[in-house]
């Protein structure tokens, strides 16, 4: 049982959901439980750029940008080599709230939080969310790690088989879910808790996948679509309930980036090569290890872009002194670029206008925000500019949703940055 002493706080997370889909826009909302519930308190909210999960879900946590807590992607380079290497939740540098609610004696349950392992010793307990690659590793404390087994307790759904095995993949974030579900009404009752924080990204695997389904009536899998929403819903307003009966519990519910349709994936090594900005030394490796000493700048995903510098890189040829107008002349090249006549760069940022912090020598130069529609990659192994996938739905950085029990205490506009501040306010801390 949660601690009877003291306000408590419940957080729901829902992965990728956009505010679109909660509050509905003129459509039915896919959560109709937590649009009743919040009704006018929930509004739409701006996340990290680059907006992808590993860097939103570290900015909510610590409350700051990447230039403080570290996490720039999902993928890095290990400094000065052309290795990639995986940031992990040891690499964090900024304090995470349940940390600082620790300090006060507050307990904290955090269930499926993405960009938290391996799990670490916190004050309550951490079941890690994706990217976690072992169970073993991903728990604290340890002892739960029986129970979790025994109970078929998944991380993450094999993501792969949303290509061509769709009612395979349905069926298993479906599996996912209720035994995630399960393991929270056991850590709800059976732990001292102050804040409980459970988070749903089998939304957000879906919706790489499936996202055409959404408000298509005529989708092959828009009954299964809709029914997993149902699903997400029903367990959101099983938690309000319980949230309800126990009393002087606040409540709160976000996501950490929108969705919208994809109209087309745009490869960015393959358009700094061919404006002369990269290229390979063994061009049938396709790694970033061959790249050339006459290359300028490079790009990781999703869409960051790093002048090849000499002394940061050891191939490295761009001058310190030149740095500058390299970044001018990139800034140039990707707003102006074109699809179609469409111009699909909303705006190239250096990186100085996101990011600041003692963590801002592994920043990268640029970071490029798309227009919704426009799903920026690396594209190191493609030839042409743009493609399509197996892919239907893409993150978009303006459209996720904060909902609150204290409306009062939103600030307009929000950010993902602003809730860690909200979250000890409703604490009253």
Known sequence: MFNKKGKKLLIIGLDGVSHEMLAGNGQPSLLPSLKKFFAARTQRMSVSIPEISAVSWSSFMTGTQAGNHGIFGFVDLVPGTYQYRFPNFSDLKAPTFFDELGLKDKRSVIINLPATYPARAIPGVM??????????????????????????YQIDVDAGKGRDKKAEFLADLHCALKIRKQVADLLWEKENWDVFMFTITETDRLQHFLYDAYGDSRHPYSCEFNGFYQEVDQIAASFLQRAANAGDIEIVALSDHGFAPIK??????????KHGYFSLEKVETRSLASISPQARAFALDPSRIYIHQKGKYFKGGVAKSDVQKVGEDLKQLFESYEINGEKIIRKAYFKEELFSGAQMAAAPDLVLLSKPGYDLKGGLEKDQETGTSYFTGMHRQDNAFFACSRGELMSKPLTIFDVKGLLYKLLAI
């Open 127 to 152: 079941i890690s969310g994706f990217v976690a690659l072992d169970l073993e590793k991903a728990v604290f404390p340890t002892s739960y790690i029986p129970i979790l087994k025994q109970m078929g």
């Open 264 to 273: 087309s994936e745009v490869y960015l090594n393959p358009i700094l090569k």
